[in-house]
Nanobody, 117 residues
């Protein structure tokens, strides 16, 4: 059974930091792209960051220079370090595991990040 358990959200002031974690089980973690998406109230889900199986990162323009994605293959875990947070970063952040070659696409339940002004 595939599980993605994302955690680490909370309430933080503008300029603060949070670190999100997502622990995966039931998948061949080292073969999946690991992604973070977010969805703010009334908005569509949007891409935040990706880390490839080899560790190569990719970011949405809105978070470049502030967020850092990383993975620990030994722990089946992906992290999202979020610094210099802004109120517009407020959203539910959702972990995603994707292996396009076999059509695998899994989602976590999400963790709420609230940035107060």
């Amino acid at each position: 059974q595939v599980q993605l358990v994302d955690s680490g959200g909370g309430l933080v002031q503008t300029g603060g930091s949070l670190r999100l974690s997502c622990v995966a089980s039931g998948i061949r973690f080292t073969l999946h792209d690991m992604n973070w998406y977010r969805q703010a109230p009334g908005n569509q889900r949007e891409f935040v960051a990706r880390v490839s199986p080899s560790g190569a990162p990719d970011y949405a323009d809105s978070v470049k220079g502030r967020f850092t994605i990383s993975r620990d293959n030994a722990k089946n875990t992906v992290y999202l370090q979020m610094n210099s947070l802004k109120p517009e970063d407020t959203a539910v952040y959702v972990c995603n595991a994707r292996w396009n070659l076999v059509g695998a696409n899994y989602w976590g339940a999400g963790t709420l990040v609230t940035v107060s002004s």
